[in-house]
């Protein structure tokens, strides 16, 4: 008996063969795995300390804070490699799928098993290379399929995101992606959405996200179309999907090298002199 969502154990006698039932032994939950006398794993601590984050491969400790901040300060960039940029050939980055209907996001290898859906992925333009899929087939009506990355840090006004997406057949419904916070999920912008039929390709998407606080996240979503009209013809159902997801000018310090670069950022018609004179 193991798992969130086990039942009970109930073990009953009775006299006869029509008597009625007499419980004599019970049990109810997790009980995990008590019966192969297997103890549970015990649990690593953080050997950098609460708050930080070991690189990976030169077991340095840098701060939580500069994870997903969109600098590498590992050697490797371990510290952002699980942070949404992503072509999807060795994992996801960080997205994950937190659909609670049937269709989902998971990442797929060569010709979508539906109608509709790509034939290869994107960065290789084979079908060796790897993607997110979300099956038209499998679904059911308004089920929205949904996958996110982990909160990132404070984004520079510059910041946006470019990906490619594959939308075919008339099933082809509908898919968007938000900016979502993950301390108060009400606060959710969407910065893209595309709807039906964009043909047989991928096609490259991008959105800004702009100057934000740390503690965002990107939350892309699919609701393929099902029609029940037979006066449709063609492809009724479509798979969907994603690929090559990559942050662009996100950093706050990457654009601003210098205090007299951000206030011409600021200031794009005034001279330099001006900031001499005001002394700002
Ligand atoms: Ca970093
Ligand atoms: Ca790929």
């Not at 709807?195 to 740390?214: E, F, P, R, V």
């Not at 996100?250 to 950022?265: A, T």
Request: hydrophobic share 30%.
């Amino acid at each position: 008996m193991f798992g969130r969502t086990i039942g009970s154990l109930n073990v009953y006698t009775r006299n006869s063969i029509r008597g009625a039932p007499r419980k004599i032994w019970q049990k109810s939950g997790n009980v995990a795995s008590l019966s192969t006398g297997t103890p549970a794993p015990p649990t690593t601590p953080n050997p950098c300390g609460n708050n930080s984050f070991q690189c990976v491969s030169n077991h340095q400790c840098i701060p939580q804070a500069q994870v997903c901040d969109f600098l590498s300060q590992c050697p490797d960039k371990s510290d952002e490699a699980s942070c949404g940029s992503c072509t999807f050939e060795s994992g996801q980055c960080g997205w994950k799928d937190i659909s609670t209907g049937r269709y989902n996001f998971h990442r797929f290898q060569g010709s979508s098993p539906g109608t509709g859906g790509p034939k290869g992925d994107h960065t290789t333009n084979s079908a060796n290379g790897y993607y997110m899929l979300v099956e038209g087939a499998s679904g059911l009506f308004y089920t929205r399929a949904r996958m996110e990355t982990v909160p990132f840090g404070a984004t520079s006004p510059s910041c946006h995101v470019t990906f490619y997406y594959h939308m075919f057949g008339l099933g082809a419904g509908n898919m968007k992606l938000s900016v979502v916070n993950s301390n108060n999920p009400t606060d959710k912008t969407y910065v893209w959405s595309m709807t039906g039929n964009q043909g047989n390709g991928w096609h490259m998407g991008s959105a800004d996200i702009g100057q934000l606080k740390a503690g965002y996240k990107l939350q892309f979503e699919a609701l393929p179309y099902k029609t029940a009209s037979p006066s449709d013809t063609g492809i009724k159902t479509s798979d969907m999907a994603i690929d090559d997801v990559i942050f662009n000018n996100c950093s706050p310090s990457q654009i601003f090298s210098n205090l007299s670069e951000y206030k011409m950022f600021l200031f794009p018609t005034l001279t330099p002199v001006f900031f001499n004179i005001c002394n700002l």
